[in-house]
């Protein structure tokens, strides 16, 4: 039946995710029986900790279920001022602060404070499939910077650089990397922040994977030029809180409070009870610093079994040294992305995510945020789909 309503340009115009395919056909081959093993899943699969469900449950019984200001408690943006001073060197003050629902919220706000159409926004890649899409929505363009395999997909300050036009303005970074697991060593973030005063550009980081970090140095960009920095982090994936969707960001108060100001037009304030929860999270900071060591000594384990055993099989894959991703080279399967992960999802039953959105073709990202009995068993499948085409 046609709709009477035609789509508004912005929305005809976002990109349909390369993935849809492939999740809808994984649900179709788990409904009708067969054994899919996801690996496609970007969110631990640990449960929060108990301390941080407790928190919530007490908000709860003691009925703080109401509004909340918009941007976040004042507790809460009390103990995320006092996170980026004890962890990341970052002076914000709390009203320096804003908590999201979740740090996709934190990111689409700071776009939209701080875009216009026809700007440009240089964006490493591959990267995360919704920061050009959310740079696009503004009416600016994102502009991609290659990064490479062969050197674990570092970036390069000086092809940065290159791409800096006079419709430059912003910069936006992910380190640790999703896809790539990539960390940029203080060295090349001093040199993007001198970019960035050089150019009068601003800088958009999102650090949401920082706690995950193996064989790196994980450094802030915003020690380097803090009036020139948003910092976006937040607390679904070091501490496994993905569904209670709180994010937070710090930066200079103008942009914060614009970023609140488009907030209090949209979604107003985060959840009050996941807020409180977050607040047990960064206030009770040795029970969540055990949890977190526990799970990065997990990703550590899997990430050394994956990454042997793909490259055992011929599928050139980095060594990631943060997140819990890695990059797998599938042209031994099919030089398409997209048809690659099409075969292994129907030809041994493993749902991974093509390179496509990622800007990475030839490459497939696999989660290790799973078992390792699952990680053993994909890798025997592999084999086996391999040994089929040989």
């Known amino acids: 039946m046609s709709s009477p309503f035609s789509l508004s340009a912005r929305a005809l115009n976002l990109k349909p995710s390369s993935t849809v395919a492939v999740t809808s056909r994984a649900l179709e081959l788990k409904r009708a029986g067969v054994d899919v093993i996801s690996m496609s899943v970007g969110e631990p699969d640990f449960d929060t900790p108990p301390h941080i469900k407790a928190a919530a449950i007490r908000a709860i019984e003691s009925g703080k279920t109401k509004y909340t200001p918009v ?32 740090g996709k919220q934190a990111l689409f706000n700071a776009f939209f404070a701080l875009l216009n159409p026809g700007e440009e926004v240089l964006i490493p890649a591959p990267y995360w499939v919704s920061y050009p899409e959310m740079v696009a929505l503004t009416g600016a363009f994102p502009v991609a910077v290659p990064t490479h395999a062969a050197n674990g997909f570092q970036l390069d300050p000086q092809a940065l650089e290159a791409r800096v036009t006079p419709m430059t303005r912003m910069i936006v970074l992910n380190t640790p990397g999703n896809p790539t697991g990539a960390v940029f060593p203080p060295d090349v973030l001093k040199a993007v922040a001198e970019i960035a005063l050089r150019h009068n550009l601003m800088i958009v980081t999102d650090e949401m994977y920082e706690h995950l970090v193996y064989d790196a140095q994980q450094v802030s960009i915003g020690t380097f030029a803090p009036e020139h920095t948003l910092t976006i982090n937040g607390a679904s994936k070091a501490y496994a809180m993905t569904g209670w969707r709180i994010g937070y960001a710090g930066g200079p108060k103008a942009v914060i409070a614009a970023m609140n100001a488009l907030q209090s037009q949209s979604t107003s304030n985060a959840s009050s009870v996941s807020q409180y929860a977050a607040l047990a999270a960064l206030e009770g900071y040795e029970e969540t610093k055990q949890f977190v060591d526990m799970a990065l000594k997990a990703y550590r384990q899997r990430r050394d079994r994956i990454v042997e055993g793909l490259n055992a099989l011929g599928l050139k894959t980095p060594t990631p040294q943060g997140a819990f991703y890695v990059m797998a080279d599938t042209t031994r399967i099919h030089p398409d992305e997209l048809e690659a992960t099409r075969i292994i999802l129907d030809d041994a039953r493993v749902a991974v995510v093509p390179g496509t959105d990622f800007a990475a073709p030839g490459q497939v990202r696999l989660s290790y945020a799973t078992s390792m009995e699952n990680i053993e068993e994909v890798l025997k499948r592999l084999g086996e789909l391999l040994q089929k085409r040989a």
């Open 71 to 102: 941007s976040g408690i004042p507790e809460l943006r009390e103990a995320v001022s006092a996170k980026f001073r004890r962890e990341n060197g970052l002076d914000y003050a709390p009203d320096a602060v804003t908590v999201t629902s979740g």
